[in-house]
């Protein structure tokens, strides 16, 4: 009598941490590049740790940050969607990092045969499909303070099931202008601001304190910081009453 042999129980979390078949572990310094913008898309990245930001070059030079990734993120994910394409973002490194390389035949072979990996890859696609809808609306309606206040509270990760990173890793002034569509001498106002009333501190790095979040969940400030300011939402006609639809001012 023969014994039917049975395959393993698929460990999702032995999966993501561990080269193997189509796999592998990289590491890459500050600043060094994942991938590059109009490179083959044939591979998909599981960050393990670190932080990463991916940002797209247009054809007269202008570079702007798109999003930026943190541990548990995939990158890349592009080259599933289809056939072998190129690039349409470069992955940077904002920290030292270290991620889990999968091959695209190997990501859809899996995906396809374990339901734990489709799952919380279809969870990760759904999440970072609401947050570019949250930044869609925040760049529409929101003032360059909050935008400013919002993008310093992800980089925390405030709001995460885990306890937030309050120190968030080196970014320029110029980058946080492109990601919030300002300019710098706006965002270093703002800073100061910040930081005056005791909601960040910078020296070389920025640490994010909760109070920060006053600004999102409720009126930016005034000019002197002691309540809403001419454009805050306190000072305009509340949508409820008019009935109208107010258009955004970009």
């Known amino acids: 009598m023969t014994t039917k042999r049975t395959q393993p129980a698929f460990d999702l979390a032995a999966f993501l941490a561990n080269a193997g078949l189509g796999r592998k572990i990289v590491h890459l310094k500050a600043s060094e590049h994942f991938f590059s913008q109009g490179e083959p898309a044939d591979f998909v990245l599981y960050l393990q740790a670190g932080r990463a930001k991916l940002t797209v070059v247009s054809k007269t030079g202008k570079e702007a940050t798109i999003t930026l990734l943190s541990s548990g993120d995939f990158v890349g994910e592009e080259s599933i969607a289809g056939p072998v394409g190129l690039r349409m973002a470069t992955a940077t490194a904002m920290t030292h990092c270290t991620a889990l390389k999968i091959e695209r035949e190997e990501m859809i072979r899996v995906m396809s045969e374990e339901h734990d990996l489709s799952a919380l890859f279809l969870k990760f696609l759904l999440a970072r499909s609401m947050r570019i809808q949250a930044d ?3 760049q529409l309606f929101n003032s360059s303070e909050k935008r400013l206040a919002r993008i310093l509270l992800l980089m925390a990760e405030f709001g995460k099931a885990s306890d937030p990173e309050t120190l968030i890793p080196k970014i320029t002034q110029e980058t946080l202008a492109e990601m919030i569509g300002t300019t710098r001498s706006r965002v270093s106002f703002f800073m100061n601001r910040f930081r005056r009333l005791g909601f960040i501190e910078y020296n070389g790095r920025i640490k994010v304190h909760k109070s920060l979040l ?4 409720h009126d930016q400030l005034s000019e002197d910081g002691t309540g809403p300011g001419k454009g805050s939402m306190a000072s305009q ?13 970009l």
């Open 136 to 138: 869609l609306v925040d």
């Open 214 to 217: 006053n600004v999102v969940l």
């Open 237 to 249: 006609p509340s949508l409820a009453t008019n009935g109208k639809r107010r258009t955004a001012k």
